[in-house]
């Protein structure tokens, strides 16, 4: 790549960020879609977050929020979209020629972009059971209400945080649950495992597939280069599922569409999140 004084800054803020696969992706979008910019990431402290921010928004630059800083991303921002305001997290920001600071929540989008390709326009009418109550919940929930599923039940450890998501986003197409048990013998189209369980290696499966009479396909946000522990266990099961790599490569996907007014090369995305997975 060749950077000049033209060359756009990308960053993703974040801490750690050593982890992400989002410079590969992102640095490979941009050079098969022909654009001047160049993407990095800093690990940021969330009291450098708001100066971080600004200065490259208001410099043309932008980037992408990860955790823990999204939810303080969205109170920074000055043009945030229905995303941000309804899951009051944000995970993509860029500058506008009149100095201001926008921002959007992609994870809402990649969520419905990778479940409707996982399993076709058909989301409308469904019964989910959601698991979790942070970021990627609050996303997932969203994603789910905007494509019209009926009911999601809602089972996060920690109650009080799946009740404030219900309120906030889900409203009355939401049902949260204390425990896994009260649902013994009830089947569900779509189970959707949005907590980090199974990001390390030796992490139990978040869900107990036997538990219930029915479930029709299973979708983990997490995602590795190894089979998931949940997407293990519901194949285990002879249920149909998926990780979360299709979300990455989709949300990814819809940052490049805020940062740059164009279509984003999702396959040259999607390759280059397979050989950062493989490597
Ligand atoms: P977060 O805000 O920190 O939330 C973590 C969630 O996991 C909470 O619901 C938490 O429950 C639950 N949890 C953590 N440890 C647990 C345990 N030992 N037992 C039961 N529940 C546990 O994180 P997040 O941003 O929502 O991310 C969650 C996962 O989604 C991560 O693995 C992340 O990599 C993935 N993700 C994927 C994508 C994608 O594009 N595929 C996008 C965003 C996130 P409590 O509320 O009780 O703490």
């Given at each position: 790549?060749?950077?000049?004084?033209?060359?756009?800054?990308?960053?993703?803020?974040?801490?750690?960020?050593?982890?992400?696969?989002?410079?590969?992706?992102?640095?490979?979008?941009?050079?098969?879609?022909?654009?001047?910019g160049v993407y990095v990431a800093l690990q940021c402290k969330e009291e450098d977050l708001a100066g971080l921010m600004l200065g490259l928004a208001r410099c043309?630059?932008?980037?992408?929020?990860?955790?823990?800083?999204?939810?303080?991303?969205?109170?920074?921002?000055?043009?945030?979209?229905?995303?941000?305001?309804?899951?009051?997290?944000?995970?993509?920001?860029?500058?506008?020629?009149?100095?201001?600071?926008?921002?959007?929540?992609?994870?809402?989008?990649?969520?419905?972009?990778?479940?409707?390709?996982?399993?076709?326009?058909?989301?409308?009418?469904?019964?989910?059971?959601?698991?979790?109550?942070?970021?990627?919940?609050?996303?997932?929930?969203?994603?789910?209400?905007?494509?019209?599923?009926?009911?999601?039940?809602?089972?996060?450890?920690?109650?009080?945080?799946?009740?404030?998501?219900?309120?906030?986003?889900?409203?009355?197409?939401?049902?949260?649950?204390?425990?896994?048990?009260?649902?013994?013998?009830?089947?569900?189209?779509?189970?959707?495992?949005?907590?980090?369980?199974?990001?390390?290696?030796?992490?139990?499966?978040?869900?107990?597939?036997?538990?219930?009479?029915?479930?029709?396909?299973?979708?983990?946000?997490?995602?590795?280069?190894?089979?998931?522990?949940?997407?293990?266990?519901?194949?285990?099961?002879?249920?149909?599922?998926?990780?979360?790599?299709?979300?990455?490569?989709?949300?990814?996907?819809?940052?490049?569409?805020?940062?740059?007014?164009?279509?984003?090369?999702?396959?040259?995305?999607?390759?280059?999140?397979?050989?950062?997975?493989?490597?």
């Open positions: 790549m060749n950077f000049t004084a033209k060359t756009r800054l990308l960053t993703l803020l974040g801490d750690p960020i050593l982890h992400s696969r989002s410079p590969d992706i992102q640095n490979r979008a941009f050079e098969a879609a022909g654009v001047d043309g630059g932008g980037g992408n929020i990860t955790l823990p800083h999204k939810e303080k991303a969205a109170a920074i921002v000055e043009v945030a979209s229905k995303a941000v305001l309804r899951t009051g997290a944000c995970n993509t920001f860029w500058g506008d020629a009149e100095g201001r600071i926008h921002g959007d929540n992609t994870d809402v989008d990649g969520f419905r972009s990778a479940l409707s390709s996982f399993i076709g326009e058909v989301s409308s009418g469904i019964r989910v059971l959601l698991l979790g109550g942070g970021g990627a919940a609050r996303a997932a929930l969203l994603g789910l209400i905007e494509e019209g599923a009926d009911e999601v039940v809602i089972f996060n450890r920690t109650p009080e945080r799946a009740r404030a998501m219900s309120r906030r986003i889900g409203g009355q197409r939401t049902r949260v649950i204390r425990a896994l048990d009260d649902l013994k013998g009830e089947g569900f189209d779509l189970v959707v495992n949005a907590t980090s369980l199974g990001l390390e290696e030796n992490d139990p499966a978040s869900f107990d597939f036997e538990l219930m009479s029915r479930v029709g396909v299973a979708m983990d946000l997490v995602y590795g280069s190894r089979v998931t522990p949940f997407v293990r266990a519901a194949e285990a099961m002879g249920i149909r599922a998926t990780d979360g790599a299709e979300m990455l490569v989709q949300q990814g996907a819809a940052s490049f569409e805020r940062w740059w007014g164009m279509p984003a090369p999702v396959e040259a995305m999607r390759a280059a999140m397979e050989k950062s997975l493989a490597d």
